[in-house]
């Protein structure tokens, strides 16, 4: 009956197994065996379908691990398809099932957007899982649905490398969503954008029952494209298959899947009905010092940390300078008392005191919010491609540039978080006319600097690592490719609103057929300022040395960077450069168009 009715030809049924064309076939995203209960499941989709039907029709004795109980959105979907009466099929006991529904409790659906965090490897692109309403009152007693990678590492380049060759597996977890936003919220800095649905209630009760099969299935976790938002979507088609999220990315070749382009995706299907933005606990902090001078800021900080009373502001400060004061402290301590930077006995001796001064003062005229920054999905697309000419010591070329993703320091950082650059795969080639000749500049797999701003409350380290194959000039003249790898740490400085200052310590591995041990490896200091000198104009200037001791060389830059956008799909990069290696000296300029795409 299901051949006559080519029920594996469904599209809910290609949904809920992930499959997708290859060839003249199929194959599955899910890489667990668990999940196919037919030798060739992976591959073929009617020979799972016949599989599967046979697993349903089996004795109910196995309980929780019974198709039934465990995979309840493809029986179902096979009851009705097969017009067949529940009542005659097995009858097994699915506490777990039953329990974990009751729990969650599936009413609606909300698509959530923990923004990226430029001090973590694992959230440098953002995030997104999905909140299931309840009937509950508080949005904070839900569940969320949740797909990552599991991951140990901290170091952002090993993440990066296991992450683009999916040497992780990827699970799927349902949890109290009130974790993920303490998790996000207090813990990492990552202000949170909540996207409603406007799904059905039985659409949301058959996507709860798919990520229930989902439940300790292994699938390999691709940073690029098999992550975390990605496989989002199918739990979307799945409650609602006329969908069409998934099939777009496969039509256009990417290899690719930022979170931000997938809540593109679920807009332009008029899925949102409602957004919502939750600034981070960092977030209202920052905001919150920024209203006060810094004698009051100091004021703030020294309650908090050095314990000064809370009551001992009336001669210095006014009524509303008071209020702001103690709101500030009253945060701080929960943001550390939060971190574990502060024990508990500690912190209530010190929080309550705030609460309670804080109270005397009487409630402000007006509650100022956190200003709503541009959401992600506005921001620009995360490929770039630039083309351009220029000069480099009197030879003129012209220059394409490839970038995958996603986001560069002098990029327009509307929807991005601010001094976060994260390229990967990335590419530039020249061509010069005078000698008719071609050649690779630059191949960058990954490219990240994650310039993070200390003040009185926050104290983080910056820091960045880039790895690929890039030129610089040797002893005969001729610049030449050498493979390297380039990472540093340090500190950063806001100098106003509108101006960042960098100081790094860089360490530096070449390899090359060019230096006498075929390596070289060099350490030195990098400084840099970042400027926002209009809305649509940035300028980073930047330079550093580096000292080669075994190959006796040192390598001298000195750049002045400038974007200027024209809209939001792209701009023009103007360049000015200077560096010196082995004893000879390059200056270059150039002038580009870039376009995001």
């Not at 140990?152 to 060759?165: Q, R, S």
């Not at 029952?209 to 439940?215: A, F, G, K, N």
């Not at 006060?292 to 006014?318: C, M, Q, T, W, Y």
């Not at 996603?406 to 530039?428: R, V």
């Amino acid at each position: 009956m299901a051949q006559e009715r080519a029920l594996a030809d469904e599209r809910l049924w290609l949904v809920l197994m992930r499959y997708r064309a290859r060839g003249s076939g199929y194959e599955s995203l899910v890489d667990d065996p668990d999940y196919f209960f037919a030798p060739r499941g992976k591959t073929d989709p009617e020979a799972e379908l016949a599989a599967s039907i046979e697993a349903m029709l089996a004795s109910p004795d196995q309980g929780d691990e019974h198709f039934i109980c465990r995979f309840p959105a493809r029986s179902e979907w096979l009851v009705e398809s097969l017009d067949l009466d529940p009542e005659i099929l097995a009858q097994p006991d699915c506490a777990k099932r039953d329990e974990a529904l009751a729990k969650v409790d599936p009413q609606s659906a909300v698509l959530v957007f923990p923004a990226a965090h430029n001090n973590g490897p694992a959230s440098m692109f953002g995030h997104t899982l999905l909140r299931i309403g309840s009937s509950y009152q508080s949005e904070l007693l839900s569940h969320a649905i949740n797909y990552a990678a599991f991951s140990t590492d901290t170091n952002g380049l090993i993440y990066a490398f296991k992450g683009l060759f999916g040497l992780y597996d990827g699970y799927f977890t349902v949890l109290p969503y009130y974790e993920k936003l303490n998790e996000y919220s207090s813990l990492e800095h990552r202000d949170v954008w909540e996207y409603r649905l406007n799904l059905e209630p039985e659409e949301v009760r058959r996507l709860v029952l798919h990520s229930w099969e989902m439940q300790g299935i292994a699938s390999d976790y691709f940073f690029f494209d098999e992550n975390c938002s990605f496989l989002l979507l199918y739990l979307l088609e799945a409650a609602r298959p006329e969908l069409n999220l998934t099939q777009p990315y496969y039509e256009r070749f990417s290899f690719w899947v930022i979170p931000s382009d997938t809540i593109v995706s679920v807009k332009e299907a008029g899925l949102v009905e409602e957004v919502k933005y939750r600034p981070s606990l960092a977030t209202r902090i920052e905001h919150k010092a920024s209203l006060l001078n810094e004698s009051a800021r100091r004021k703030a900080h020294a309650i908090a940390v050095a314990g000064e009373s809370p009551r001992e502001l009336a001669e210095d400060f006014s009524l509303q300078e008071q209020r702001q004061i103690l709101d500030l402290s009253a945060e701080y301590l929960r943001y550390r008392f939060s971190r574990k930077e502060i024990e508990e006995d500690r912190y209530k001796k010190r929080y309550l005191p705030v609460l309670a001064a804080r109270s005397a003062l009487g409630t402000e005229d007006e509650t100022v919010e956190v200003p709503r920054p541009v959401p992600p999905e506005l921001g620009h697309a995360p490929g770039r491609w630039a083309f351009g000419g220029g000069a480099r010591d009197s030879r003129y070329f012209l220059e394409f540039n490839w970038r995958a993703a996603y986001h560069d320091l002098l990029d327009p950082d509307e929807g991005f978080t601010q001094g976060a650059q994260i390229n990967f795969i990335s590419l530039k080639a020249r061509y010069f006319p005078e000698r008719n000749n071609l050649r690779l500049e630059k191949l960058h797999l990954v490219d990240i600097f994650s310039l993070a701003p200390r003040d009185l409350f926050f104290s983080p380290l910056s820091w960045k690592v880039r790895g690929g194959l890039e030129r610089k000039p040797f002893e005969d003249g001729e610049d030449l490719l050498y493979a390297g790898i380039n990472t540093g740490g340090g500190m950063a400085w806001n100098v106003g609103p509108d101006a960042l200052i960098y100081l790094m310590a860089d360490a530096d591995l070449n390899l090359s057929d060019r230096f006498q041990d075929k390596l070289a490896l060099g350490a030195g200091p990098t400084l840099g300022c970042l400027l926002q000198l209009t809305s649509d104009w940035k300028a980073h200037l930047h330079g550093g040395a580096l000292f080669y001791g075994f190959e006796e060389h040192e390598h001298y830059r000195a750049v002045l960077e400038q974007n200027y956008r024209l809209s939001r799909d792209g701009g023009v990069t103007l360049k000015a450069g200077w560096e010196r290696a082995f004893d000879q000296s390059k200056a270059e300029i150039m002038l580009s168009v870039n376009r995001y795409f």
